[in-house]
């Protein structure tokens, strides 16, 4: 069956860039999604990328997909206090819109 | 800006309550989500809809239900609440499943 599978933590200095990691099994996701999650809150979407692209860049964030491989990342370049928070990677299944599976979450501490 | 708005933030039920959790979108979109999230398990779909009166069941349907009868509201039912139901509950609107703020439910 389908999964998404994270590291639970991560943890970097301010400045410093931050790399989060995601393999999934499904080969014929179509997008895969990454989400911020603060304190107390719902998820926030961050970025996706469509499954026909390697790479996708939007400000500080950087995605890379490796479809060969299953793998996904986020670089997040100059981090900051702020981005403290727990990060979420998801495959699309099906069609755009359709069911999303989640991989459990990877906290990111960046300290000062 | 898309707003999906959940009811309440906390709630305390007691085991045996029939418990209503409601979520509301004012995008228009067609597809409304529940999950719940529990520490080291991540989110897991309960119910979605893909438009008025229609629901299918996700990966952990059981002990709950959904009703969709406007497509701008989407609600979640324990029709029995139990202390294994205690959990953080999110709904998520769209094709990029924009998110509400989530309602952290206790059954005591």
């Known amino acids: 069956g389908e999964d998404v599978e994270q590291s639970l933590f991560l943890s970097v200095r301010e400045g410093d860039s931050s790399v989060i990691n995601c393999t999934y099994t499904d080969s014929s996701s179509t997008y895969l999604y990454w989400y911020k999650q603060e304190p107390g809150a719902g998820l926030q979407l961050l970025t996706y990328i469509f499954s026909n692209m390697d790479m996708k860049q939007d400000q500080r964030l950087t995605v890379l997909l490796n479809k060969k491989d299953k793998h996904l990342s986020l670089r997040i370049a100059d981090t900051q206090t702020g981005d403290s928070a727990i990060y979420f990677c998801a495959e699309s299944i099906g069609t755009w819109g359709g069911k999303l599976i989640f991989g459990q979450g990877t906290e990111l501490s960046v300290k000062p | 800006d898309v707003k999906v708005t959940q009811s309440s933030r906390y709630l305390v039920k007691r085991t045996g309550e029939k418990v209503f959790l409601e979520c509301v979108q004012d995008m228009d979109h067609e597809n409304m989500f529940w999950y719940r999230q529990d520490p080291g398990l991540g989110l897991r779909l309960i119910y979605f809809?893909?438009?008025?009166?229609?629901?299918e069941k996700g990966d952990i349907p059981e002990g709950y239900s959904v009703s969709r009868e406007k497509k701008e509201r989407f609600s979640l039912i324990l029709e029995s609440a139990s202390t294994n139901q205690t959990s953080m509950y999110l709904c998520?609107?769209?094709?990029?499943?924009?998110f509400g703020d989530g309602t952290r439910l206790s059954i005591l």
């Open positions: 809809s893909y438009d008025v009166k229609m629901k």
């Open positions: 998520a609107s769209g094709p990029r499943q924009h």
